[in-house]
């Protein structure tokens, strides 16, 4: 039997390149949303100030508005006004204070707030009126907040293409935004491929067939799906078969953005991915030269994108994180989805180098350093519960105990 050179392996920043080009025509579609409920969304439109934050000078500290001038030691200052947050209070007079309170504006006439604790409640010349003296001498601008020191007028205060956070939502609301302009979720039709595969809760474990394995990949890939904020279709498992295969994929493309499926695009007679998507559309990637998770898939089916991602579970969710999570951040409008890492000291030994970029399951330790998981099969799981994040390690590249590596946080990718 002829067979046919195989084609060489993509670099890994070339695929993703290839991945992301495929959705520079593609508009972000939009929706408006209420602030309260854009945690995790990400912002389709700038948001630009229309009043200045804080909106008038203010208190940060409870306590007395005063003129400094008036301060003297064991000068005794009688209060001649009251003003709590939400009041607007009138002209300091020459030779009084002001009872203030956190946030309340400054009267006119201040230049400086004294904490209560630096002040002493005396007996003033009038008993009717009570009066302080002030313990130390008070700087100009002391304990004000000022006019526009946190956002000016016209300021922009946050971007499109921001993913929405708590810290967002409270910059929005503090600028008067009830609602944003947010990217719409993507739409992904979600499919597993295996006759091998069986739902947890269908066979109990001792009554598995021989050769039968659990479906994990359907877990964690619906839900790394709804961490990257997509409104996800399982389509469940579709038998080995290429009929099946060109059947769920035509009925996934419709009114989805994005077919994910897991299995089946490797090279084997019973791997129907890759011929259902060429009859239906085209596909551009085939594998990837990375390790775990060579072979991937990129194609078009009708108007949805399509992934096919490989069926064993670490090189799923390796390949997830490194190139489907970009896809889809891109997807919203996010423009910087570069891998965030940082350089860390490995404290393991890697003495095989392979031709592939590795990304090799390891884990923080206490002495801020790296361990490496003992097993590093693309079939094991494990090493991803136990792992809190990936060796980025380049082609041709062994690991001595002592070298700096480029360490990928799995929180930075999934939070």
Not at 224 to 252: E, W, Y
Request: net charge negative.
């Amino acid at each position: 039997m002829s067979t046919q050179p195989r084609s060489p392996l993509l670099p890994l920043e070339t695929a993703l390149s290839q991945l992301l080009a495929a959705l520079d025509n593609r508009p972000v579609r939009t929706e408006m949303l209420s602030t309260l409920e854009a945690d995790g969304w990400v912002l389709a439109q700038d948001v630009v100030s229309m009043l200045e934050v804080p909106p008038h000078d203010n208190s940060s500290m409870d306590g007395y508005a005063v003129r400094c001038a008036d301060i003297a030691p064991g000068r005794t200052l009688p209060v001649s006004q009251r003003i709590p947050a939400g009041r607007q209070g009138a002209p300091l007079q020459t030779g009084t204070v002001a009872r203030i309170f956190t946030g309340a504006p400054i009267p006119l006439g201040a230049d400086a707030v004294v904490m209560q604790e630096d002040c002493q409640d005396v007996q003033g010349a009038n008993p009717s009126v009570s009066a302080i003296q002030v313990q130390t001498q008070p700087q100009t601008g002391q304990w004000i907040r000022h006019r526009g020191e946190d956002v000016m007028n016209g300021a922009t205060v946050l971007q499109s293409g921001l993913r929405l956070g708590p810290a967002a939502l409270g910059m929005a609301a503090s600028v008067g935004l009830a609602q944003l302009q947010v990217a719409c979720k993507p739409r992904v039709a979600l499919f597993s491929t295996g006759d091998e595969l069986v739902m947890p809760g269908t066979v109990a474990p001792q009554d598995m067939p021989p050769g039968s394995i659990y479906n994990s990949n359907r877990f964690f890939l619906s839900a790394l799906l709804r961490r990257m904020g997509c409104a996800v279709t399982d389509m469940g498992i579709v038998p080995d078969r290429l009929d099946a295969t060109v059947q769920a994929l035509r009925d996934a493309a419709q009114a989805h953005d994005l077919v994910l499926t897991s299995g089946g695009v490797s090279v084997g007679e019973e791997d129907h991915i890759k011929p259902a998507v060429q009859q239906l559309g085209r596909l551009d990637l085939w594998q990837i030269a990375i390790k775990p998770g060579k072979p991937f898939a990129h194609g078009q089916v009708d108007a949805a994108h399509f992934i096919g991602l490989p069926g064993n579970p670490v090189s799923s969710f390796v390949t997830f994180l490194l190139l489907v999570r970009p896809f889809l951040l891109r997807m919203q409008g996010v423009q910087d989805v570069a891998l965030p890492s940082q350089p860390l000291r490995a404290d393991f030994d890697w003495p095989r180098a392979d031709r592939r970029q590795e990304f090799l399951r390891v884990r923080r330790n206490a002495h801020s350093g790296l361990d490496l998981f003992p097993n590093q099969s693309s079939g094991v799981l494990t090493s991803v519960v136990w792992g809190d994040g990936f060796v980025d390690n380049p082609p041709g590249r062994t690991i001595a105990r002592g070298d700096t590596v480029r360490f990928i946080s799995l929180g930075d990718l999934l939070g």
